[in-house]
């Protein structure tokens, strides 16, 4: 797995930390077992050993190196074998509970390994692991499995308790909770990596205290948050979200010309120009536009009123896109229910200087939520 193949002082480094920050447990509970807040867990990961952190695209992994994806979980051990959340459904759930008990898990299923697939493809992942950090009495322990598919031809020992649907595959036990639209995986800690204790003290504001009479001695810079859009990648049509099969991302179908089946481009509304006028290069004018999975492409806004971001060749959008992130076969029209299975919409564009800039996808309604905070502003029409 991973953590066998770190080095040394890195894996000493991330205990390290995780060590001090369980020892401050008692600012935020009186349990014996040491507090972990989960996004301190992933970043200190990332930091640790020097991995992507893409706890922000809100995909199947918060980590990635090395072709390698990792999902972070953080949980209490209790007796080492324990149901967690894996995948919640919520955009599905109304669709969903008009199904049978049977269709319910193989609906799941389909949605779950399409999400996995998803982010292999985003992201250029061979392969997916949960790495697990468990919270025991006084001490956390890690250990790590695979991120399984699940095996739509074994599925088996479907029970029903209420709201809660118990099955089965060949190599995983799940939970899906219906109300929840949740769905949770038992988690076994058969090999055991790490077990070390941690120290929690009984006065941890003390310990702040003498913290910040050694910082505030220093001087220190705001921080900035780096300068970033939110685009969508849909339209509407009669106030439905849409993909319209002649434009957009499915540019390469429309009418006229000969085009490519790769040829798409990603909309960029109108009031995006008119809010940061500063943020994109002029109409023309190419740039680089940095992929999660590390490749570059040459890209520029074009058509009347910069309303396209385009990439040259054309072609290499619509291949990155279309073919290694959302899985389409050539010819094949995305709608925006393939949006919603994958749990993404929108992208976000974040501006490295004015010659580069970053790609990364966020979940369903991102451009919305973005949209609705500046409308509270008063500056998009």
């Known amino acids: 797995m991973f953590l066998a ?10 205990t390290r930390l995780l060590k001090s920050a369980g020892s401050l447990s008692n600012l935020f509970s009186e349990s014996d077992e040491p507090y972990l807040y989960y996004r301190f867990v992933e970043n200190l990961f990332c930091k640790s050993f020097k991995a992507d ?3 922000r695209s809100d995909t199947s992994a918060d980590a990635a190196k090395n072709k390698l994806g990792i999902g972070i979980k953080t949980f209490s051990f ?3 074998n324990t149901f967690e959340k894996i995948a919640e459904f919520n955009k599905d759930s109304v669709a969903i509970r008009k199904l049978g008990e049977k269709e319910i898990i193989k609906e799941i299923a389909k949605l779950r390994n399409g999400r996995i697939k998803a982010t292999q493809r985003i992201f250029g ?3 997916m692991i949960y790495h697990c950090v468990a919270r025991r009495k006084g001490g956390i322990l890690l250990f790590e499995v695979s991120m399984d598919l699940v095996n739509l031809d074994k599925i088996s020992h479907l029970e029903v308790e209420g709201n809660i649907l118990n099955f089965k595959d060949d190599k995983n036990d799940y939970k899906y ?11 076994a800690a058969e090999k055991i990596i790490s077990d070390f204790d941690v120290e929690i003290l009984k006065d941890p504001f003390s310990q702040l205290e003498k913290i910040y009479a050694d910082i505030r001695k220093l001087v220190f810079l705001p921080i900035k948050q780096q300068e970033h859009i939110f685009l969508p990648l849909y339209s509407y049509d009669k106030g439905e979200k849409r993909v319209f099969e002649k434009s957009g991302l499915n540019q390469w179908n429309a009418s006229g010309r000969p085009r490519d089946l790769g040829e798409v481009y990603i909309p960029i509304p109108a009031w995006i120009h008119k809010t940061y006028p500063n943020f994109f290069p002029a109409r023309d004018v190419k740039f680089i536009l940095k992929l999660p999975n590390r490749n570059e492409l040459k ?3 074009c058509q009347e009123g910069s309303k396209a971001l385009m990439s040259d060749p054309n072609k290499a959008l619509g291949e990155w896109l279309l073919r290694n992130v959302l899985g389409l076969k050539e010819g094949e029209i995305l709608t925006y229910s393939k949006l919603e299975e994958l749990n993404l919409d929108s992208v976000v564009i974040y501006k490295n200087s004015d010659e580069e800039f970053s790609i990364d996808f966020t979940k369903i309604d991102s451009f919305e939520n973005f949209k609705n905070d500046i409308d509270a502003t008063g500056n998009s029409d």
């Open 299 to 301: 890209v520029s806004l």
């Open 78 to 80: 209790r007796s080492g």
């Open 125 to 127: 992942l061979s392969d």
């Open 53 to 55: 952190n893409l706890s």
């Open 5 to 14: 193949t770190q080095s040394k002082q890195d894996k000493e480094y991330y």
């Open 177 to 187: 909770n219906i109300s929840k639209s949740t769905l949770y995986k038992r988690f």
